[in-house]
């Protein structure tokens, strides 16, 4: 069986519905958004 040639894509999946998250807005310190799901995650933080 040959390598099959998925997109893969770049966009980090959102934790919460799955979908490509293509930009996060961050609006605080651990608050943000995902867009375009518009998903509420939380920016990496140290
Ligand atoms: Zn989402």
């Known amino acids: 069986m040959a390598d099959s ?3 893969a894509p770049s966009l980090p999946p959102c934790p ?4 490509p998250v293509v930009t996060v807005t961050v609006t605080g310190p651990e608050t943000g958004y995902a867009s ?3 998903c509420r995650i939380f920016p990496d933080r140290t």
Do not use: D, K, T
């Open 16 to 19: 919460l519905c799955g979908a």
């Open 36 to 38: 375009p799901c518009g």
């Open 5 to 7: 040639e998925e997109p």
